[in-house]
């Protein structure tokens, strides 16, 4: 029984080493790569990213037209705030007619020079709580 | 009594021979691994010049997904590839997702003719498009299932590519462009890669440049978990074609062997482990050239159970379909026709997956029953347990490594704290993990179809607003650095 103890006992230090050996190059491996980068990286979650990997302040790169060539960028911007409109449209205008002299009043005249382009919707977007439905979604 | 306690003696020896054997094929596995994953890299590298990238569907098929729908499909907007479109299958859902999706992205009904040939699925109610994006595609249909919500999703494709992701998935920017890559190569007709794990999927996608590993211990052993699965086992399936298992959260099929193949099935409990041994045995039979393969880039997070308890009904699922696709295509199992997949494959997912309940099992109970029985010194069963453990802890902190390798994202500190804890596992997750695969395997024997989704962790319908696109917050992170 003494040998089987021995045996298992060996086979556990060696585990336990090798273990030990491959967290130390993880972590140490890491670190050297760290500071092969010019600096120790202390926050990389503030980092530009570059294809899935935080790239050095010292060297940021332009994110478009590099990681997968020229076509990097989407046909259109995803709607990640759709509630924003991207610009306020404005109402088709009948064109402008030349004006009238004063004296003779044209009522459809009046009627263009007060009509104002109007956005779709308020082009400031209403504060909705994180925890809270906005009423739009519940209707 | 002698008699009994030798028997004990010798049950013991056997469970802990099998233990030896499945760490050991592990852990031959790991240089397979290692290779593939520099592979892979040196690909990527030597790749120059503007790709060609096919057109892609993505499919999402939702069931009651209201609270994660919006910041998954926000993410699949955001991905930097040519051309894709998005399409959400609403798979008879009775909470408000529809509703949500309605107003978030201004669906309006438009026309739909399917294809000539196409897969089989329940009564479609309605197609709609976004006002918004055009890319957007909803289709409401009546409940069937993921399988055929997924065939569904397919039927609507116009892409050559169907990518599939579950509704609970925030796919990262680069999803796929990286996941296209391999495509490259005529002969892979299916992909799958790595997802990262986490209780909050949002959170993980807005600090997306450093891998962001929660602190909840279960979370954080379902990570390891997840980080040894996809680079030691899959990666070096992939190296030696027989890659057994896509992860249905993001799993890239070409369209038309999808169609040729009839799509995903709906009479297993889960899609994806099926149709990929599916793809393997029809190609293998043919025998035409093909290969479904792994890619060790994180294209995304995923939501992982925040509670033992859900944990256990998700693992007790996985497990049932396992057993379900093992026994189907038992018939694979040693024959060269099949090739490395049954010489190979099979094998070791009968050692490693099937067999492992009962084994490991065993071995936990033996061990005290051996010391309680007077074969056993206590401090050699104590030993036995540490030399388990530190198995563990070597293969996991070795896929950790091979992982780490890729895109050097980890913090240090996160680095740090997963390999101390990787030889932990062993006492605080596996035994949550063994019960999980007795209940499945009982679930499976009892013939249990059901789904048992977990409740998810985010409760909150509307991620928070932010007023710039992706594409203003990423040159605004280039300009402030």
């Known amino acids: 029984m003494s040998g089987l103890n021995g045996t298992v006992l060996l086979i556990a230090v060696g585990l336990g080493a090798f273990w030990l050996v491959l967290a130390a190059l993880l972590v140490g491996g890491r670190l050297l790569y760290d500071v092969s980068l010019g600096s120790l990286r202390t926050a990389p979650e503030a980092w530009p990213v570059r294809g899935g990997e935080a790239v050095p302040k010292r060297a940021a790169p332009a994110l478009f037209g590099t990681e997968v060539g020229t076509l990097a960028q989407p046909s259109r911007p995803a709607p990640v705030a759709p509630r924003v409109p991207a610009a306020p449209r404005r109402k088709p205008v009948a064109p402008v007619l030349p004006a009238r002299p004063t004296r003779i009043p044209t009522p459809s005249v009046a009627s263009i020079v007060t009509t104002k382009p109007q956005p779709h919707r308020s082009p400031e977007p209403e504060p909705v709580p994180a925890s809270e439905t906005p009423t739009h979604v519940a209707a | 009594m002698t008699g009994l306690r030798e028997a004990l003696f010798w049950m013991l020896v056997l469970c802990l021979s099998y233990l030896v054997l499945v760490t050991s094929l592990y852990m031959l596995q790991l240089p397979l691994a290692f290779a593939e994953q520099r592979?892979?890299?040196?690909?990527?590298?030597?790749?120059?010049?503007?790709?060609?990238?096919?057109?892609?569907?993505?499919?999402?098929?939702?069931?009651?997904?209201?609270?994660?729908?919006?910041?998954?499909?926000?993410?699949?907007?955001?991905?930097?590839?040519?051309?894709?479109?998005?399409?959400?299958?609403?798979?008879?859902?009775?909470?408000?997702?529809?509703?949500?999706?309605?107003?978030?992205?201004?669906?309006?009904?438009?026309?739909?003719?399917?294809?000539?040939?196409?897969?089989?699925?329940?009564?479609?109610?309605?197609?709609?498009?976004?006002?918004i994006d055009p890319r957007i595609i909803v289709v409401d249909k009546a409940n069937g299932g993921k399988a055929d919500a997924l065939n569904c999703g397919a039927n609507v494709a116009r892409e050559p590519y169907v990518v599939g992701v579950d509704a609970d998935t925030v796919l990262s920017d680069v999803a796929l462009a990286r996941g296209m890559e391999p495509f490259d190569d005529p002969d892979v007709v299916g992909l799958t890669s790595y997802l990262s794990i986490t209780g909050s999927p949002r959170r993980a996608r807005f600090l997306r440049g450093a891998k962001l590993v929660d602190r909840s211990l279960l979370i954080s052993f379902q990570h390891l978990d997840y980080v040894r699965s996809f680079h030691n086992s899959r990666l070096a399936w992939s190296r030696l074609n027989y890659m057994l298992c896509t992860n249905g959260a993001f799993q890239i099929w070409r369209r038309e062997v999808m169609i040729e193949l009839g799509g995903f099935s709906s009479d297993f409990t889960c899609e994806d482990i099926e149709f990929t041994f599916r793809v393997h045995e029809h190609f293998r039979r043919v025998g035409l050239p093909y290969r479904v393969v792994c890619i060790p880039d994180e294209v995304g997070a995923t939501e992982g159970p925040q509670r033992a308890r859900s944990l256990i009904a998700q693992r007790a699922r996985w497990q049932r379909v396992i057993l379900e696709t093992f026994w189907h295509y038992r018939y694979m199992l040693g024959r060269r026709r099949y090739g490395t997949v049954g010489l190979l494959g099979m094998p070791f997912y009968l050692f490693s997956e099937v067999l492992a309940p009962v084994f490991e099992q065993l071995a936990i109970a033996m061990l005290p029953l051996a010391v309680v029985a007077h074969r056993l010194s206590w401090h050699a069963a104590l030993l036995v347990m540490g030399a388990i453990?530190?198995?563990?802890?070597?293969?996991?902190?070795?896929?950790?490594?091979?992982?780490?390798?890729?895109?050097?994202?980890?913090?240090?500190r996160d680095l740090a704290r997963l390999a101390a804890l990787a030889p932990l596992e062993l006492f605080w997750y596996?035994?949550?993990?063994?019960?999980?695969?007795?209940?499945?395997?009982?679930?499976?024997?009892?013939?249990?179809?059901?789904?048992?989704?977990?409740?998810?962790?985010?409760?909150?319908?509307?991620?928070?607003?932010?007023?710039?696109t992706p594409q203003q917050s990423r040159v605004t992170a280039v300009i402030s650095a």
């Open chain 2, 389 to 412: 453990a530190l198995s563990n802890g070597v293969l996991t902190t070795a896929a950790l490594a091979i992982a780490d390798q890729g895109d050097r994202s980890y913090r240090k």
């Open chain 2, 430 to 468: 596996r035994p949550i993990l063994t019960w999980a695969r007795i209940k499945g395997t009982w679930g499976w024997i009892r013939g249990d179809r059901g789904w048992d989704k977990f409740e998810r962790n985010v409760t909150t319908a509307v991620p928070p607003a932010s007023t710039e």
């Open chain 2, 39 to 131: 592979r892979r890299k040196r690909e990527r590298e030597a790749r120059s010049g503007v790709p060609v990238r096919p057109g892609v569907s993505i499919v999402v098929a939702a069931y009651n997904e209201e609270a994660t729908i919006v910041a998954t499909l926000n993410a699949c907007l955001e991905q930097l590839y040519p051309r894709f479109e998005v399409i959400v299958v609403n798979d008879g859902s009775t909470d408000r997702m529809m509703d949500v999706l309605r107003s978030r992205f201004e669906l309006e009904p438009c026309m739909w003719h399917p294809p000539a040939v196409a897969l089989e699925t329940r009564l479609i109610r309605n197609v709609y498009r976004s006002k």
